[in-house]
């Protein structure tokens, strides 16, 4: 996640956003400055107060980026607590090297993303309890499909590569709400975002250990066995159709219904998110 992404969302349920801020190109310039002169942890912060001091007397508005906000972080909490049980269960799990390493690294990403989140979130009101989870997905009974998450290796990078693509999605998947932009828009958001690469070297991981997965998502193949455990994840990215046109064939050019797929990720609903969340996540 980076300022890009948190103000592509906000601008998603407010399009005036820019508005209150002067313009977006004034409002990251003005964050490019505060790099420069404030310490890393003071930054969110900052980036709090601004949003504070823009939708002051706007109390519907404000609720509702707080609201984007806390779902982000509640998928940030997921990811950084999965991968810190992961990481804790050291060469028993994870074998030394450059699988090691790769997994610290997303590791510490995760982790700054909540921290930031929170302390962004901290000027503007509440931000979302730490949930209980439970990675077996068994919505809290500790039995459910993934059990063995922490002790399977292979098992391990497929629920990884899985949340990976779901959060992936599930920030396309604010797209829904936009105001403006229409069709042409939303193909635009459906381009793989920066927390793509993520799930792009978890799944090289998964090849590197003998599955045979792709770097992307191809139709509604996850390369998880089976495949109906995370069919919801998946659902709808068998899309072949982009702001009214049909990828297949286009111009001539051969291009196979796998590749049309490909080359396009498909939001999430907050809803579908949020039901796929909820499996991980103790009542």
Same mark, same amino acid.
């Given at each position: ?6 103000f592509? /969302?906000?601008?998603? @349920?407010?399009? &005036?956003?820019?508005d209150?801020l ?9 964050f ?10 003071a ?11 823009a !939708?002051?007397g ?8 707080l ?13 950084? &607590?999965?991968?810190s049980?992961?990481?804790?269960k ?9 699988? +090691? ?5 997303i590791?510490?990403h995760?982790?700054? =993303?909540?921290?930031f989140?929170?302390?962004a ?21 500790g039995?459910?499909?993934?059990? +063995? @998450?922490?002790?399977? !290796?292979?098992?391990f990078?497929? @629920?990884?590569? #899985?949340?990976?693509? +779901?959060?992936?999605?599930? !920030?396309k ?9 229409g069709?042409?828009l939303?193909?635009a958001?459906? *381009?793989?975002?920066v927390?793509?690469r =993520?799930?792009? =070297? ?14 992307? *998502? ?9 495949a ?8 709808? /990215?068998?899309v #072949?159709t ?5 990828i297949v064939?286009i ?5 196979s219904?796998?590749?049309a797929?490909?080359?396009?990720? /498909? ?9 796929? @969340? ?6």
């Open positions: 996640m980076n300022l890009n992404n948190i592509g /969302e906000i601008e998603k @349920v407010d399009p &005036e956003v820019y209150r002067d313009t977006r190109r004034a409002a990251m310039k003005g490019a400055n505060l790099g420069g002169k404030l310490a890393l942890a930054v969110p912060l900052a980036f709090g107060s601004m949003f504070q001091k !939708y002051a706007t109390k519907s508005t404000k609720e509702t980026v609201q984007v906000l806390n779902y982000a972080l509640t998928l940030e909490y997921l990811e950084a &607590e999965f991968y049980i992961a990481l804790s050291g060469i028993l799990l994870i074998p030394m090297g450059a699988a +090691t390493t790769a997994i610290q690294t590791s510490g995760e982790t700054s =993303h909540v921290a989140l929170k302390a979130i901290a000027p503007l009101g509440t931000a979302v309890a730490k949930p209980t989870f439970d990675f077996s997905g068994g919505s809290g009974s039995t459910g499909p993934f059990l +063995t @998450v922490f002790t399977d !290796y292979s098992l990078l497929a @629920v990884a590569q #899985t949340l990976e693509d +779901t959060g992936v999605r599930a !920030y998947g604010r797209a829904a709400e936009l105001v403006k932009g069709d042409l939303t193909a958001l459906n *381009i793989h975002s927390e793509a =993520h799930a792009s =070297h978890i799944r090289q991981m998964r090849k590197a250990a003998g599955v045979d997965v792709k770097p992307w *998502i191809t139709g509604v193949i996850s390369g998880v066995s089976p109906s455990l995370v069919a919801p994840n998946y659902a709808g /990215e068998d #072949t982009q702001a009214t046109i049909n064939n111009n001539g050019m051969g291009t219904v796998n590749a797929t490909e080359a396009f990720d /498909e939001p999430l609903s907050a809803t579908d998110v949020l039901a796929i @969340v909820k499996l991980f996540i103790k009542p």
